[in-house]
């Protein structure tokens, strides 16, 4: 939580996740029409994906704990000449912010955080996604040969959103993630559409 183990995961070369593109489900997605307002991307990581919303014309700010992945990032947006903001923030503290956003992307954080580390995350998430807004998270699955560290299950992923809590599970559907390690195909995951009430 601190960020210094994140930020060391930059520092010898590309991060096992950082495939130097965007995840193909968040290109799908853009393509499709799935983000509206302003976006977060929370966990960025080096900004491909924040970079490829951004580069339809969305308003999207980018938010990691380790500092030279948004290096990085910022650098990459200045060398494509695209708009978009990074900021160091702790995903348990999203408020602090201080702004709310219509459409928050999760891809790859969600699955880094234990069960009873998760309801914290959600709350964190609550806290900045407007009424009616949207969050979108891609993570790995249990389903399936080939699964990546920190598998999540459908069940897991309904207990952290629920009702209650001001959620609603829109679909859970199969995708894949890729990483530097799992082959041109990737790894077994979700990707949730997530309505916030």
């Known amino acids: 939580m601190t960020g210094q183990s994140w930020d060391a995961s930059y520092h010898d070369g590309p991060a096992p996740w950082d495939i130097g593109r965007p995840q193909p489900a968040i290109v799908r997605l853009a393509a499709e029409g799935g983000f509206a307002g302003a976006v977060l991307d929370a966990g960025?990581?080096?900004?491909?994906?924040?970079?490829?919303?951004?580069?339809?014309?969305?308003?999207?700010?980018?938010?990691?704990?380790?500092?030279?992945?948004?290096a990085i990032a910022r650098e990459n947006a200045a060398g494509r000449g695209?708009?978009?903001?990074?900021?160091?923030?702790?995903?348990?503290?999203?408020?602090?912010?201080?702004?709310?956003?219509?459409?928050?992307?999760?891809?790859?954080?969600?699955?880094?955080?234990?069960?009873?580390?998760?309801?914290?995350?959600?709350?964190?998430?609550?806290?900045?996604t407007e009424r009616g807004g949207?969050?979108?998270?891609?993570?790995?699955?249990d389903q399936g040969p080939g699964t990546g560290p920190h598998p999540v299950s459908r069940e897991e992923l309904r207990a952290a959103f629920t009702p209650e809590g001001g959620w609603?599970?829109?679909?859970?559907?199969?995708?894949?993630?890729?990483?530097?390690?799992?082959?041109d195909d990737g790894a077994p995951?979700?990707?949730?559409?997530?309505?916030?009430?």
């Open 44 to 70: 960025c990581g080096t900004g491909e994906n924040t970079l490829h919303v951004a580069s339809h014309g969305f308003s999207v700010l980018g938010v990691d704990v380790a500092e030279t992945a948004l």
């Open 82 to 128: 695209i708009a978009a903001e990074f900021a160091i923030a702790d995903a348990f503290q999203l408020g602090r912010l201080g702004r709310r956003f219509e459409t928050v992307l999760d891809c790859g954080l969600l699955h880094t955080f234990d069960a009873d580390e998760r309801p914290g995350y959600v709350a964190s998430l609550a806290s900045v």
């Open 134 to 141: 949207t969050v979108y998270v891609l993570c790995f699955s």
């Open 168 to 183: 609603n599970i829109a679909a859970i559907e199969p995708d894949r993630v890729l990483t530097r390690f799992h082959g």
């Open 189 to 197: 995951a979700w990707f949730a559409t997530i309505e916030r009430i």
